[in-house]
């Protein structure tokens, strides 16, 4: 039977752009939630980073202290601070021991000199009260080293995952703007539709009508466009965090 009224070609215009338009939006939701994904991932490695940094920071602070008791240790006990000021007035520097940078008050070459003092004189040391010192800042000093490598390790996996994101959210910006502009064709094109322009369409009900119309009821495109922006957002925030590996 001829359809003289063209309905039925209005009908597989307007199948043929459901089909398109339900596979563009489920590709969409899946890049989504691969992002969600990734995002997920790169807060864990961050939080990481975040809690081993306060970690190296505590020991260092914990270190410092260490050293002080160790001072006053050799001022009490031996003639350390005489051969310190010799070894000022020689100009000499020693760099064996480390001190983060943040310690303000931390004479880095007084630590030095009383590595050097000790490995000159050998039989303090030995002594318990050296030996319970030194054995803590030894122990300290390994497990900033190990809390250095992980924090290293986090590190670098952020890095690595927020270089993923500009490319995996340009692609999902580019599959919702194929979404829409599918959208926006179907449509267009379906108006110009010999039916959709007649007597008949108008008097058509509400039933009849959604037969040749697109449906975009359980489509989310806006809500997805949305949390595009927002994982946007928060992948500039991670950038900005204060993330450099250590030496160690």
């Known amino acids: ?97 480390k001190i983060n940078p943040r310690f303000k008050d931390v004479d880095e070459v007084r630590f030095n000199a009383m590595q050097d003092y000790l490995d000159k004189y050998p039989e303090y040391a030995s002594k318990s009260s050296f030996k319970n010192i030194l054995s803590k800042i030894s122990e300290i000093e390994a497990g900033i080293k190990d809390t250095r490598k992980n924090y290293n390790r986090a590190v670098s996996e952020v890095l690595r995952e927020l270089s993923y994101f500009p490319r995996n959210i340009m692609e999902a910006e580019d599959l919702v703007k194929r979404f829409k502009d599918q959208l926006k064709e179907g449509n267009e094109k379906l108006k110009k539709m010999r039916f959709l322009k007649s007597f008949v369409y108008k008097l058509s009900s509400e039933k009849e009508k959604m037969k040749v119309n697109i449906h975009t009821l359980y489509y989310r495109i806006e809500e997805y466009e949305k949390s595009i922006q927002k994982l946007k957002e928060e992948v500039e925030k991670a950038k900005r965090q204060d993330l450099e590996e250590m030496e160690y």
């Open 1 to 97: 039977m001829i359809d003289i009224t063209g309905k039925q070609d209005a009908i597989a215009i307007k199948e043929e752009y459901q089909r398109a338009l339900d596979y563009s939006h489920e590709r969409v939701k899946n890049k989504i939630d691969w992002l969600y994904g990734m995002n997920h991932k790169l807060k864990d490695n961050l939080a990481s980073a975040q809690k081993l940094k306060k970690d190296i920071l505590a020991d260092e602070d914990e270190k410092v202290k260490l050293y002080s008791s160790l001072n006053n240790l050799l001022n009490k006990e031996t003639n350390f601070e005489k051969e310190m000021m010799k070894t000022s007035q020689k100009g000499r520097k020693t760099s064996s021991v």
